[in-house]
């Protein structure tokens, strides 16, 4: 497999985390890469002149997408699809394989997947993608990161409902979290500065920060409400994450298949070393009060 650095990038899914991460390839990336955006409304957005966009009617139509990685030379394609989308990477992966894409980088950016029980479906659904690129032979990457500094710690616990943290079983389990930025330079300073060797069928795990929902009440000094459901809107899917958490699974070192946290390169963490010297945020470092 070619040592050498990715040049050209497609972009799919430019939403929360997704902007982030272009941002950072803005910053990052030399100014000879190639910077490709596929989107559906291409004119909702604005984007610098750098960025080229192309407007994309139907992800699932395999030859069309493969003809614009194509047309762009595309080394690796980016994906931060939402979780309603998440199926629409094997055709974009179909896509991939057909253009020559040497690293497809799948859309995981939260807590690990692999392995994951039936009791969490979207993150079996993940996994299930994930699966089926490394089946058509279409290199990978999947990068962990837990819970979003910015976003976990206020959606997973319903803190803005009631103003309390919000706990689905103890609460004492350790979790990842990772600072959105961090997360965005860590992509990519390592797609662009790593070789792809390095970089192919790898999962990252990221970890800015290590704490319990009990360690976050007691730092802000809020009160802790024992639950069996997540309060306000999307009561499903938060306390689905809340048992995440409770469970264990919330570290981005946690191995499905053993029950226990993973050791050497599937610790949480391992992956942050990749960075030289680079400062992660913790989470009092970006949230000051809650």
Request: no cysteine.
């Amino acid at each position: 497999m070619s040592t050498r650095n990715l040049t050209s990038f497609a972009f799919i899914g430019t939403g929360y985390i997704g902007s982030i991460i272009l941002s950072a390839f803005l910053a990052q990336a030399p100014d000879s890469s190639t910077l490709v955006v596929l989107s559906r409304n291409p004119d909702r957005k604005k984007f610098p002149p750098r960025v080229k966009v192309v407007k994309v009617d139907n992800y699932s139509d395999i030859d069309t997408i493969a003809d614009i990685f194509f047309q762009y030379k595309i080394d690796a394609v980016v994906s931060t699809v939402a979780a309603g989308a998440v199926q629409t990477q094997r055709q974009m992966a179909d896509a991939a394989k057909k253009a020559g894409v040497k690293l497809f980088v799948l859309s995981e950016f939260g807590s690990p997947t692999d392995g994951a029980p039936d009791e969490y479906p979207p993150f079996q659904e993940k996994d299930e993608v994930a699966k089926y690129v490394d089946s058509i032979g279409l290199s990978w990457a999947r990068v962990y990161t837990g819970g979003f500094i910015n976003r976990a710690i206020y959606s997973v616990t319903g803190f803005r409902v009631n103003n309390k943290i919000n706990i689905i079983g103890k609460g004492h389990s350790p979790v990842s979290f990772t600072f959105e930025e961090d997360i965005g330079g860590f992509v990519a300073y390592a797609l662009t500065s790593l070789s792809l060797s390095s970089l192919s069928n790898r999962i990252f795990r990221l970890q800015g920060d290590r704490a319990s929902l009990q360690d976050i009440a007691k730092w802000y000094k809020k009160e802790i409400a024992y639950v069996e459901a997540i309060p306000g809107p999307d009561s499903e899917i938060r306390s689905m994450l809340s048992r995440v958490f409770e469970s264990g699974a919330g570290s981005t070192g946690w191995n499905f298949e053993l029950g226990r946290e993973g050791e050497g390169e599937e610790a949480a963490g391992s992956a942050n070393k990749l960075w030289p010297g680079h400062r992660w945020k913790g989470i009092r470092d970006v949230i000051t009060r809650l």
